[in-house]
């Protein structure tokens, strides 16, 4: 009989126990989550603190790259509200879930505002650096005229001068080329039949319009002028030339091409080319030949 009631109350007290132990083991389980929860929390209300400090750093930044004083004035005042949320968040338990939830919602919003500025100040950035280097430019052109106007000598200085050296033609390109009996290029003087010499007149707006005899002036490595050309005016005095073309002048680039029969024995050295149009030489280069 006693081993009858024995048997139920151990059993008993073992289920006591174990229930203990269980609840004991709950409740530490449910501590702990609570705990890691919590740290979760700090981190989290952590991270919006740095965030809300990042933010109110850049406005203060921009600040300084801008001189609209209306943008200054919104971003300052921008500032001061982030400032302001950080402030209350510092000051707010991580374990304040509804107070935690607003302040976030408001860091969503000081980001969405900071990166609308952001772009704005990239884009008045840009539009400053176009400025700049525009001024800069068109300064540098000024300075380079002026430089060229400066460069002039005081018998150049009046505005009928200056008109008629804008006006004055350039030959561009100057090429000689030496041709054999065929018509074809060669390196070689013996074999050299006809010189031809082929440049381009540039486009000259203020230049006049109209047929231009260009003449064209080949001195030999001896000094001597190459023949057969008629002679023109230079500088008061009388020039030989080599030979001679007319064309029609428009303003426009126009090429030309002249070609002059070598009527004497030609010698190793350095040609050189000039070119003359309306009174002035338009432009000049040596050649060198063996």
């Not at 510092?90 to 969503?108: G, M, N, P, Q």
């Not at 505005?159 to 390196?187: E, F």
């Not at 002036?217 to 230079?234: E, K």
Request: net charge positive; hydrophobic share 35%; charged share 25%.
């Amino acid at each position: 009989m006693k081993k009858k009631v024995l048997i139920p109350i151990i059993l008993a007290a073992l289920l006591l126990i174990g229930g203990i132990v269980y609840l004991v083991i709950t409740l530490q389980k449910s501590r702990q989550e609570n705990k890691d929860m919590q740290e979760l929390a700090e981190l989290d209300k952590k991270e919006m603190e740095n965030e809300y400090q990042q933010f109110a750093n850049q406005y203060s930044e921009m600040r300084t790259q801008i001189n609209n004083d209306s943008i200054v004035a919104q971003l300052t005042a921008e500032q001061q509200k982030t400032e302001r949320l950080l402030k209350e968040l510092k000051s707010v338990k991580s374990s304040d879930a509804r107070e935690i939830a607003r302040l976030k919602r408001e860091l969503a919003t000081v980001r969405a505002v900071l990166r609308s500025y952001v772009m704005e100040i990239d884009s008045l950035n840009r539009l400053n650096q176009n400025l700049t280097a525009e001024n800069n430019r068109v300064r540098g052109q000024y300075e380079e005229a002026t430089r060229q106007i400066q460069g002039l000598n005081t018998e150049k200085a009046s505005l009928s001068q200056k008109v008629a050296i804008a006006a004055q033609l350039d030959a561009v390109g100057i090429n000689m080329s030496l041709m054999d009996k065929r018509g074809r290029s060669t390196s070689k003087l013996k074999k050299c039949r006809a010189l031809q010499v082929n440049f381009t007149i540039a486009k000259n707006v203020t230049a006049s319009n109209g047929m231009k005899t260009v003449h064209i002036r080949i001195t030999s490595p001896t000094g001597s002028v190459l023949g057969g050309g008629n002679s023109f005016s230079y500088e008061n005095r009388t020039l030989q030339g080599t030979m001679s073309k007319t064309v029609e002048y428009g303003g426009r680039e126009t090429p030309v091409t002249a070609y002059w029969n070598v009527s004497e024995a030609l010698s190793e050295g350095t040609y050189n080319v000039s070119i003359f149009a309306d009174g002035n030489m338009i432009g000049s280069r040596s050649f060198t030949f063996k």
